[in-house]
């Protein structure tokens, strides 16, 4: 009930493409859907992140769409770029409370994206 | 702000010999997570603290791993004795409450690359 699937495990697509990474979830009590971008040799860094009251997010090149009904939720990357390359993870996790042991993210496994020129 | 320091970025040890990472998390934050990364099981919470006491350990794999937040500052991952299976990317990220309940943004140091040979 604690995991996140994602898929694909890596991606290639050619420039200007559009590549879309799926995640789904089983716990309904997660309510909160980050995106964490990754290049070799650095943390993850927060991407974009959407809560279950909307249905699409958008920023910049960027947009999550959820499916609440679903239980599913996926990013996509409008007009890629070679500098888009970099291993993207979905996450997902309850509010946090002062002091309380929820709120810790639960991450997918991980989408290695390439976009070639 | 300088962000999560982690040291040492890399660390070469011997099978048996004990390893303490580091971490100095973004001044002001109250959360400090520590994961565990590796091409099978992709990003794995190890432990987190909150105000410098543990709150969930569950993901610790054995006893030869412990770590400590002696203040707000600083918190430590030591194991000991190390092995080989140990070998992964080891990160330390922090995060902040703000108003009664939020969502939990973390943000990541640039990891300690771990060989154990």
């Known amino acids: 009930q604690q995991q996140v699937k994602q898929s694909p495990q890596s991606l290639i697509v050619q420039k200007g493409g559009i590549p879309i990474i799926n995640c789904a979830y089983e716990?309904?009590?997660?309510?909160?859907f980050p995106w964490y971008q990754q290049f070799p040799g650095k943390g993850p860094a927060l991407l974009i992140a959407i809560r279950p009251d909307v249905s699409e997010k958008k920023e910049g090149r960027f947009t999550i769409s959820f499916n609440k009904s679903a239980k599913q939720f996926s990013l996509h990357i409008m007009d890629s770029q070679p500098g888009d390359s970099a291993t993207y993870f979905c996450a997902a996790s309850r509010r946090m409370n002062y002091g309380g042991s929820q709120g810790n993210l639960i991450f997918g496994k991980g989408t290695k994206l390439s976009v070639k020129p | 702000d300088a962000g999560v320091i982690q040291s040492p970025r890399h660390e070469v040890t011997e099978m048996g010999q004990e390893v303490t990472l580091r971490c100095k998390p973004i001044s002001g934050h109250d959360y400090l997570f520590w994961y565990r990364q590796t091409m099978m099981r992709g990003l794995e919470l190890l432990i987190y603290f909150n105000n410098n006491v543990p709150i969930d350990d569950s993901g610790m794999p054995e006893d030869r791993f412990s770590a400590k937040m002696p203040n707000a500052s600083f918190s430590t991952l030591k194991i000991q004795p190390s092995e080989p299976r140990d070998s992964a990317v080891y990160f330390c990220?922090?995060?902040?409450?703000?108003?009664?309940?939020?969502?939990?943004?973390?943000?990541f140091g640039p990891g300690t690359r771990l060989t154990v040979l």
């Open positions: 716990n309904t009590a997660f309510d909160y």
């Open positions: 990220a922090s995060s902040s409450m703000v108003g009664a309940a939020t969502y939990n943004e973390q943000f």
